[in-house]
């Protein structure tokens, strides 16, 4: 099992900045990726950044050049800075792992889900 925890969210005025912070523990065995996805009221989870364990990141287009996600692979921990944040990122931030963890004897992969953070850009 994985667990992660989510911090970091917030109220924030328009043109703010907010960090947000997961850590993921357990009996983790290697990580492949992990990641930040949204969901607004009335609208599906979306892609925010991705980062993988050799830092190759990705980005949805409306995030590039305000949104940076970076990563501590020695504490598995994932970190999404969000530098000029606009009302249409207000959403619950849910974080992502993927990788191998252990179960058992054996090693079996995952993909599991933070609880979420709620984000508002408000004035």
């Known amino acids: 099992q994985v667990q992660l925890v989510e911090s970091g969210g917030g109220l924030v005025q328009p043109g703010g900045s907010l960090r947000l912070s997961c850590a993921a523990s357990?009996?983790?065995?290697?990580?492949?990726?992990m990641g930040w996805y949204r969901q607004a009221p009335g609208k599906q989870r979306e892609l925010v950044a991705t980062i993988t364990s050799g830092g190759n990141t990705n980005y949805t287009d409306s995030v590039k050049g305000r949104f940076t996600i970076s990563r501590d692979n020695a504490k598995n921990t994932v970190f999404l800075q969000m530098n000029s944040l606009k009302p249409e990122d207000t959403a619950v931030y849910y974080c992502n792992w993927r990788g191998i963890y252990y179960r058992g004897s054996g090693r079996v992969v995952g993909d599991y889900w933070g609880q979420g953070t709620q984000v508002t850009v408000s004035s």
């Open positions: 357990g009996s983790i065995f290697s990580m492949y990726a």
